[in-house]
């Protein structure tokens, strides 16, 4: 009789302690999207320009994402802090213009409230560049010629998540969350007057002439583009 007490008294205590531990163990499902914000630098004329001189706008709205890896890092004001790798079996290719990706991208994470988070994006393949972004400019009332930026090096970005209004992140078992990561496209070109897309020298490709931004074609732009990449990002957690 005195074992089997000892046995119920254990037990009991065993199911106070799992309930005591398990809300902030319990996960919480989390959805990626991966967005961008457009960006124009308007017509720029001078006052010595003729009535017929045109000058832009320079537009880029459209852009695709490689992700190889993503490593995520969160601290919780209760429970222990979370750490973990994910290495899809291919990569995720995420369209930013329409916000799709070839993949879904959702993780479970212990819900609670975080007072830090960030995600580590390690960017490109050998098969595809990390950024690519698209648009066009006018340099002309009738010439109308596509831009390409392209960011061909491997890469790994480090982005802080914040929450609705920049308050801690909270995640709950009974409420799925979602984290938008978003590049903000006019943070990349900050630096690019209209001066210098206007003389950026043009490729043919298929016949047509376009402004190629890269490591290779127009240097100097690609210069100041590239380098501010790493800082472009935001997520936002809802």
């Known amino acids: 009789m005195k074992t089997l007490l000892c046995l119920l008294l254990l037990s009991h205590a065993i199911m106070l302690t799992s309930c005591t531990k398990d809300p902030l163990t319990r996960p919480a499902k989390v959805h990626f999207l991966f967005g961008m914000t457009d960006y124009a630098l308007q017509e720029d004329k001078s ?53 799709t990706m070839n993949t879904n991208v959702h993780f479970d994470i212990p819900q609670g ?31 109308d010629i596509p831009v390409r930026f392209e960011y061909r090096f491997s890469e790994r970005i480090r982005i802080t998540g914040k929450g609705q209004n920049q308050q801690n992140v909270v995640l709950r078992e009974d409420n799925p969350s979602t984290a938008r990561i978003e590049l903000d496209v006019e943070s990349v070109f900050r630096l690019v007057h209209m001066g210098m897309i206007m003389s950026a020298s043009t490729v043919q490709e298929g016949g047509q002439n376009i402004i190629l931004i890269d490591n290779a074609s ?12 790493t800082n472009a990002f935001t997520m936002v957690i809802d």
């Open 113 to 143: 409230i975080y007072h830090h988070m960030e995600i580590i994006l390690h960017l490109g393949t050998d098969e595809h560049p990390a950024l690519v972004l698209h648009g066009s400019l006018q340099r002309g009332p009738f010439e």
């Open 47 to 99: 006052q010595s320009a003729s009535k017929d001189d045109f000058r832009g706008p320079f537009v880029m709205n459209r852009g695709t994402l490689v992700i190889s890896s993503i490593e995520f890092e969160g601290r919780r004001e209760q429970g222990e802090d979370v750490f973990f790798t994910s290495n899809p079996g291919q990569a995720i290719v995420a369209d930013l213009g329409d916000e």
């Open 218 to 229: 127009n240097l100097p732009i690609f210069n100041m583009t590239a380098n501010r990449i």
